[in-house]
């Protein structure tokens, strides 16, 4: 082990050499600009340098010119930026191949015909991540029996983290390379692509915008989009909230002629740096005309605009607030009664909110917030607030970090009744009664908790049972510095995490609980499952952070399928390779199973592929 050790280090620090020697210069920016979220990816969530290693120089330029690193890059000069993006992919600007293998020969869009869909994030309005068979086309007797049948490389980036949708024979897929996807569900081809105005990580709704059938998504700048399904051209463009912190995570969800857009304000990680004048972006739904992208409503989920507090930070910063209460999951919606159910972060800064760490109901026809269902009280937190560090930027008092992550699950029981299944980071899973303005019905702890913890993407539902994964990613302590030395990071730890539970949907209670997954000696191994679970009838998917997707037998939550992704991948447009899983979940449509790997975020695998598997690779 100590070999191993002192053989990783000698690596690394080889590494560094090469790459400072290669662009002193770029390595000096790197230190004095981007190290404090960078080289501390695992606690601030950024990505580490061996993952921005994936990316091409172009690609860093662009994001610190117009993507997501925009307000960072505005103090850096044009070769500055350059310096930066060829010292940390290692490349030089202008290297980078331009040619696109893997385009299917006839890019005339013909439809299948096929009703066998997986449409955007929940498979249904009631986002319960649940395929029946006539959709799934895949029984449990038949899942011991997929194999790979094809691999699509998402180009420049370390994240595969756009969860695809299955339409009509088409696979319809975002990367945060900025790109959206259309691909044959056969073959793997790609018949046309979009460059959004920044990275996407929403799963994408295809649904009729007029008289044309529209590919819906939302970017990391806070626009919705609308794409002409058949060809990818631009319908139209909406920015949906002013914020310059505003962005869009969740999937929109499109409902009788409207599409409903979840808004993410995005200033939890800003705060690293304690100058940052924390906090004033707020979540909330916009509502816009499915066909012109025109906004109809649009509702906050904080009523009150944030201000100045008259107070300041521990580093003497002035603050704002209230702040928060994100939408980070796609909103379910209630047909019967009208509404729109969505579930809410923490708070960035003080005050704490009411309908922080919440259900809300939402009108569907005016945006008006009927009930609040609040089942964390005083949750404010910021990544201000890191572990072993002077927490200058954080409030005080702070925490737990228990927000929702997850979208509310409509469950129509076998009895008539309805409950609303809500997971949480907290570690809990709550059953609300949906007609009795979000009532509690039952809780039921399967985690931990924590800010990586709990449940944290999603879970799903047969309509007898519940599934949720459960996450709590844990971190070792780093050793202590050495003079001279790198900064030591922290690592994952390889025994606390993971789990999957069934529960029953009616009382919560626990039916069974599946063996959690173990690393063994797979180096940067967490055992957790954060991402969201999948079900067909009589099985349960679940992606690991360790890069394995297992299928579970519902009945029991035996393992009946295992299938490693963290490797290489011969892909239909080159060479891809995967990573962890964590976000999005698999989709399931037509006798296929379809799934992104690679998480470089955290210290998770970096990764940037797109799996199908059919049965027997048919």
């Given at each position: 082990?100590?070999?191993?050790?002192?053989?990783?280090?000698?690596?690394?620090?080889?590494?560094?050499?090469?790459?400072?020697?290669?662009?002193?210069?770029?390595?000096?920016?790197?230190?004095?600009?981007?190290?404090?979220?960078?080289?501390?990816?695992?606690?601030?969530?950024?990505?580490?340098?061996?993952?921005?290693?994936?990316?091409?120089?172009?690609?860093?330029?662009?994001?610190?010119?117009?993507?997501?690193?925009?307000?960072?890059?505005?103090?850096?000069?044009?070769?500055?930026?350059?310096?930066?993006?060829?010292?940390?992919?290692?490349?030089?600007?202008?290297?980078?191949?331009?040619?696109?293998?893997?385009?299917?020969?006839?890019?005339?869009?013909?439809?299948r015909g096929t009703s066998k869909n997986w449409n955007g994030w929940g498979a249904d309005l009631a986002n319960t991540r649940f395929q029946p068979a006539s959709q799934a086309g895949l029984d449990a007797?038949?899942?011991?029996?997929?194999?790979?049948?094809?691999?699509?490389?998402?180009?420049?980036?370390?994240?595969?983290?756009?969860?695809?949708?299955?339409?009509?024979?088409?696979?319809?897929?975002?990367?945060?390379?900025?790109?959206?996807?259309?691909?044959?569900?056969?073959?793997?081809?790609?018949?046309?692509?979009?460059?959004?105005?920044?990275?996407?990580?929403?799963?994408?709704?295809?649904?009729?915008?007029?008289?044309?059938?529209?590919?819906?998504?939302?970017?990391?700048?806070?626009?919705?989009?609308?794409?002409?399904?058949?060809?990818?051209?631009?319908?139209?463009?909406?920015?949906?909230?002013?914020?310059?912190?505003?962005?869009?995570?969740?999937?929109?969800?499109?409902?009788?002629?409207?599409?409903?857009?979840?808004?993410?304000?995005?200033?939890?990680?800003?705060?690293?740096?304690?100058?940052?004048?924390?906090?004033?972006?707020?979540?909330?739904?916009?509502?816009?005309?499915?066909?012109?992208?025109?906004?109809?409503?649009?509702?906050?989920?904080?009523?009150?605009?944030?201000?100045?507090?008259?107070?300041?930070?521990?580093?003497?910063?002035?603050?704002?607030?209230?702040?928060?209460?994100?939408?980070?999951?796609?909103?379910?919606?209630?047909?019967?009664?009208?509404?729109?159910?969505?579930?809410?972060?923490?708070?960035?800064?003080?005050?704490?909110?009411?309908?922080?760490?919440?259900?809300?109901?939402?009108?569907?026809?005016?945006?008006?917030?009927?009930?609040?269902?609040?089942?964390?009280?005083?949750?404010?937190?910021?990544?201000?607030?890191?572990?072993?560090?002077?927490?200058?930027?954080c409030p005080d008092p702070n925490g737990p970090d228990f927000d929702f992550g997850a979208s509310p699950i409509l469950i129509q029981l076998a009895n008539g009744k309805r409950v609303l299944a809500v997971?949480?980071?907290?570690?809990?899973?709550?059953?609300?009664?949906?007609?009795?303005?979000?009532?509690?019905?039952?809780?039921?702890?399967?985690?931990?908790?924590?800010?990586?913890?709990?449940?944290?993407?999603?879970?799903?539902?047969?309509?007898?049972?519940?599934?949720?994964?459960?996450?709590?990613?844990?971190?070792?302590?780093?050793?202590?510095?050495?003079?001279?030395?790198?900064?030591?990071?922290?690592?994952?730890?390889?025994?606390?995490?993971?789990?999957?539970?069934?529960?029953?949907?009616?009382?919560?209670?626990?039916?069974?609980?599946?063996?959690?997954?173990?690393?063994?000696?797979?180096?940067?191994?967490?055992?957790?499952?954060?991402?969201?679970?999948?079900a067909i009838s009589g099985v349960v998917f679940s992606g690991g952070v360790d890069g394995r997707l297992r299928a579970y037998s519902a009945k029991d939550g035996a393992v009946i399928w295992d299938f490693?992704?963290?490797?290489?991948?011969?892909?239909?447009?080159?060479?891809?390779?995967?990573?962890?899983?964590?976000?999005?979940?698999?989709?399931?449509?037509?006798?296929?199973?379809?799934?992104?790997?690679?998480?470089?975020?955290?210290?998770?695998?970096?990764?940037?592929?797109?799996?199908?598997?059919?049965?027997?690779?048919?």
């Open positions: 082990m100590l070999e191993r050790t002192v053989t990783r280090l000698i690596l690394f620090l080889t590494a560094c050499a090469t790459l400072l020697a290669a662009d002193p210069e770029g390595a000096v920016i790197y230190r004095q600009k981007c190290a404090i979220c960078h080289d501390r990816s695992s606690e601030t969530r950024a990505p580490a340098p061996a993952a921005l290693r994936q990316m091409t120089p172009e690609s860093v330029v662009k994001s610190l010119e117009s993507g997501q690193m925009k307000q960072q890059g505005a103090v850096l000069t044009a070769a500055e930026k350059t310096a930066v993006a060829e010292y940390l992919t290692a490349r030089s600007v202008g290297t980078a191949k331009t040619e696109r293998p893997g385009m299917c020969a006839d890019r005339n869009l013909v439809y007797t038949e899942v011991p029996r997929l194999k790979l049948k094809w691999a699509f490389a998402f180009p420049d980036t370390f994240v595969a983290n756009g969860q695809p949708s299955v339409v009509n024979g088409r696979v319809y897929v975002a990367s945060a390379n900025r790109n959206i996807y259309s691909l044959d569900a056969a073959t793997g081809c790609e018949y046309w692509e979009f460059q959004a105005e920044a990275p996407v990580r929403t799963a994408i709704v295809v649904a009729a915008s007029g008289k044309r059938s529209a590919a819906f998504f939302g970017d990391q700048r806070g626009n919705a989009y609308a794409v002409d399904s058949s060809n990818g051209e631009l319908l139209w463009k909406t920015h949906v909230d002013d914020h310059p912190k505003a962005k869009i995570v969740g999937a929109p969800v499109h409902f009788e002629g409207r599409l409903y857009v979840p808004i993410t304000a995005g200033e939890e990680g800003p705060q690293v740096d304690p100058k940052y004048e924390c906090c004033s972006a707020r979540g909330g739904i916009a509502a816009l005309d499915a066909a012109t992208g025109k906004q109809i409503w649009k509702t906050y989920t904080i009523a009150e605009e944030p201000k100045l507090s008259g107070k300041k930070n521990w580093a003497g910063t002035p603050t704002w607030g209230p702040s928060g209460a994100s939408i980070w999951s796609a909103p379910t919606i209630d047909a019967k009664a009208k509404l729109l159910y969505a579930a809410t972060g923490d708070n960035f800064s003080e005050p704490a909110t009411k309908t922080s760490d919440a259900i809300l109901a939402f009108d569907l026809n005016t945006g008006r917030i009927v009930w609040t269902q609040q089942l964390t009280e005083g949750d404010v937190f910021n990544m201000g607030c890191r572990p072993g560090e002077k927490k200058e930027g997971s949480q980071k907290s570690g809990i899973v709550h059953g609300l009664d949906p007609d009795r303005k979000g009532a509690i019905l039952w809780q039921t702890r399967v985690g931990r908790g924590g800010t990586l913890g709990g449940v944290q993407w999603g879970s799903a539902s047969d309509g007898q049972n519940v599934y949720a994964a459960v996450s709590d990613i844990t971190f070792k302590a780093p050793p202590k510095p050495v003079e001279g030395a790198p900064r030591p990071r922290r690592t994952v730890d390889s025994e606390i995490g993971g789990g999957l539970f069934a529960l029953d949907a009616a009382t919560g209670a626990r039916v069974w609980a599946a063996e959690k997954p173990v690393c063994g000696e797979r180096p940067n191994c967490s055992p957790a499952q954060s991402a969201a679970v999948t490693d992704t963290a490797r290489e991948f011969a892909a239909v447009n080159g060479t891809a390779k995967g990573g962890s899983m964590d976000g999005p979940g698999p989709s399931v449509a037509g006798g296929m199973l379809f799934a992104g790997s690679g998480y470089g975020a955290w210290g998770g695998l970096p990764g940037n592929v797109l799996l199908a598997f059919s049965v027997d690779g048919r």
